[in-house]
């Protein structure tokens, strides 16, 4: 941290001023990484917005391949739709509007048998998801790739 003494000592008045000066700035530059090393909270700062960073290109990579994935299930999903039998695709028509007729009876049974106060908490807790869809989105997107790390880790 310190230079040893040289042999001379600066002979002039101005010398010694010169070296004074010297001295004074390089004690405030070893003062000024010091500090810095030691500001805790702005090294925190500093880390946080890294890994900001980091999860904002992560999300934005997920994204696109979701999309890309997305688009290959959707051509593969076309393919075999026109594989199928057009005597297949009618029972399957016929079995979607059962499914969904049972589904419209069984919503509405639910809606007779549940508590006011229960629906509306029920409404209040879809109006909060609605609200805050990328939040909740970026749960499941951090949620996915942890569970992803994880399931790697353990093979």
């Known amino acids: 941290m310190t230079e ?3 042999k001379q000592a600066p002979a002039t008045p101005e ?3 010169r070296h004074v000066e010297e001295t004074r700035r390089e004690l405030g530059q070893t003062i000024g990484d010091l500090s810095d090393k030691v ?3 702005a090294r925190a700062q500093e880390k946080a917005h890294d890994v900001r960073q980091q999860a904002a ?3 934005e ?7 890309v994935v997305a688009h290959q299930v959707q ?4 393919q075999v739709q026109d594989k199928v039998p057009d005597s297949v695709k009618g029972k399957a028509a016929q079995a979607t509007g059962q499914a969904k007729s049972g589904a419209a009876r069984a919503t509405d049974l639910i809606h007779e048998k549940t508590p006011d106060e229960m629906r509306e908490k029920a409404a209040m807790g879809a109006q909060v998801a609605r609200n805050n869809r990328t939040l909740l ?3 499941a997107v951090g949620g996915f790739v942890l569970w992803r ?5 353990r093979k």
């Open 4 to 6: 040893p003494h040289d």
């Open 15 to 17: 010398e010694l001023r």
């Open 39 to 41: 500001d805790v909270k």
């Open 57 to 59: 290109a992560k999300a």
């Open 61 to 67: 990579a997920l994204k696109t391949k979701a999309a």
């Open 75 to 78: 051509d593969a999903a076309h």
């Open 137 to 139: 989105l970026a749960a």
């Open 149 to 153: 790390a994880l399931r790697r880790t």
